[in-house]
């Protein structure tokens, strides 16, 4: 339904395809386009059952979280997964973001069969659409669910003097009120022009199969041995600096820290290497395949992926990389939002639910030690 280069469909289990964040023009970023995009507010595919407001709180602070990305992945062969896409949210709380810590971010799979309520049977044209000068943003079409101003999710609060606005939570109000809304209230001037401070820079997400390079497995070799050989010539130096902490320890927990950090030297050195053809990814999907971890450490066993509510077992469908928080300005020298890689895992199925349905995130931090 969408143009190829965003459209992931899951007929080919292993092979991985590649996200990159791209202008685009804002219509082409539109639900009726079926977008897969990074940042601005939710281009909700379903206009009913959307996710409850406890549902997109961090529940670590309990303030509202904000839209990260969506992925259209349509399932071929499945009509009721003729349309499906995925929702990721994440708190912009940098406390919230505890080490290896999955409690700040949420994710929702929204599906539809061909043949519904909101979009025609055929696909939507490649050409921007007439304007529709009486199209209101803040209300969902068919269904009528308002819109909060400042994240694009339901909000059904209006502002108490003009009834204009609607918001999800007096946060939101709160901020929109000391951003604008003080000037703009009773006026007559359009508040949904401004853009919200709340929201990540709006891109799409354009994507591209990952080419199997034909690397030079002999020099690799030779420059990990002289990695791994330095790295053991600083180890032994802090020892020879520190030695009363190496005589306090046995040497059976020597030897297994040893091998612990050599074992997550080599998983962080096999991630950059995978990623060094194309350093600016920053979404990887495989659905049904395996993630490419940044770490030895904290590696999801299958009892710590639960089945989805309909019995199924979840399997991994796409990874967000670290090299997208450099597309969110986020960065500052205190703390910030952080990720190592966000690991998705949905219904193996893909079964029925009429609502937005949570999925489940995984979220590993980069070893202390390692820098991307």
Known sequence: MASNKNNLSATE???VVLGFVEDAEAWQLRSQQFPSKVGGRPAWLSFRDLPSLPGLECETCRLPVAFLLQVYAPISGQDRSFHRTLFVFCCKTPDCYTRNDSRCIKVFRSQLPRKNEFYPYDPPPEDEPPSDPE?????LPVSGVKL???CGCPGSKACSRCHTVTYCSKHH???HWKHTHKRECCSQEVSSVTASPFLFPESELVTETEEEEKMQEKGETKEDKEEEEEEEEESAQRGADCPSLAEALEETDLEEMAMHETEDSKVFQRFKKRIAPEPHQVLRYSRGGSPLWVSSQHVPSDQDIPSCT???KRTFEFQVMPQLLNSLCVDST???IDWGTLAVYTCSMSCNQDCYCPE???KQDVSSEQHI
């Open 148 to 150: 909060c101003w400042v």
């Open 360 to 362: 489940f995130i995984w």
């Open 173 to 175: 109000q709160t901020l």
């Open 135 to 139: 199209l209101d943003q803040s209300v």
């Open 310 to 312: 309909c019995g199924a």
């Open 334 to 336: 205190g703390a910030s």
């Open 13 to 15: 289990r292993r092979e």
